[in-house]
Structure formats: structure tokens, C-alpha cells
């Protein structure tokens, strides 16, 4: 199995649940975590599939909280904080 070539953490306490990164997700990597309310009563943004991340950055981007930043695996260095 191949190393991920990316990674992507989501502070989930203040996520609000929009599910626009679920949206934009090219891999269908994320998904609402509809069996964990967060300290705000949002069902929060989670990554199904950590592994399979490319390390693309659009759910960084599209996330109007900047909750979501991204990294790449080659050098571990940030791709992306909107």
C-alpha cells in the first residue's frame, strides 16, 4: 500500500457543519459525522477515507471558517489555511 500523499485536519469543535468541503471533495473523502454533535451543536466534517487524501487543498479553501488545513506528505509542509 502507498503512503498517503497528503493529509487533512479539521478541527471539528469549530466546524458548523455547511458540508461545502464534503461538496468539493474531488475523491469523496469527507462526510457530515452525523453521530457526533460538537460543543456548538453542529454535526461536524469528517474524513472518511484519511489515506486516500491527495492533498489537494480545495476543502481548505472552500471552508468559510478556515477549519480545514492541509498537508502534503512529500515535505510535510502546508498547502493551505484559507
Known amino acids: 500500500?502507498?503512503?498517503p500523499k497528503g493529509s487533512t485536519q479539521i478541527e471539528t469543535d469549530r466546524c458548523?457543519?455547511?458540508g461545502?468541503?464534503?461538496?468539493?471533495c474531488p475523491l469523496e473523502l469527507l462526510t457530515q459525522d452525523e453521530t457526533t454533535v460538537n460543543i456548538k451543536g453542529y454535526f461536524p466534517a469528517k474524513i472518511k477515507y484519511p489515506k486516500k487524501c491527495k492533498g489537494c487543498g480545495?476543502?481548505?479553501l472552500m471552508c468559510p471558517?478556515?477549519?480545514i488545513t492541509v498537508w502534503r506528505a512529500?515535505?510535510?509542509r502546508r498547502v493551505c489555511h484559507a
Open 1 to 3: 500500500m502507498t503512503e
Open 16 to 18: 458548523k457543519g455547511c
Open 20 to 24: 461545502l468541503c464534503v461538496a468539493v
Open 58 to 60: 480545495f476543502c481548505a
Open 65 to 67: 471558517d478556515s477549519v
Open 74 to 76: 512529500e515535505k510535510q
